[in-house]
């Protein structure tokens, strides 16, 4: 008989896969995958770039520390999700699961963790500290950003969680070390 630390991973193995199928089920759908597609694409970077632009066109040098943070915050994370990928090297849902469809081309080679969601989560608190008002449309767009991980059968859930914490410790470290 497996060990019970055995049997627990390959439940909680199996409950990410059916939450992911589950997830990805949606893709089905054109409208949703469409509307999931293009979340995607603005996460790779985009909308966070055009944000810092924005800000720093709309506040100048008001901005320049906020947009700042935010470049210094995305640098720790892409060199953080960068090594983990390389370390854990998970396979993708859409390689393993065979019901599993992909919505998009991922843009490297492992699942664990999300970068997409590392960054935006990150990004979401270090910009709506400095702007509060920001806020609830970044946490709505931080939301979108995760779920297409899934949708589009790029991530499972856990890869999800994994990087939310991840961007949450990392901006969370960034305010400590100001302080």
Known sequence: MPPLEHLTITRLQRADERLCLALNAASRHMSVLHLFRVVSRLGNGIFW???????LVRDAEQALFP???MVVVGAAGTAIYSALKRRTARARPFEVVPAVALGAAPLDAFSFPSGHTLHAVAFTLVAASYYPALAGPLAA?????AASRVVLGLHYPSDVLAGAALGACIAGASFWALT
Request: charged residues 0%; glycine residues 0%; without cysteine.
């Open 141 to 145: 767009f931080t939301l979108l950003v």
């Open 49 to 55: 770039y055009a944000l810092m632009f924005v800000l």
């Open 67 to 69: 947009v700042l943070h």
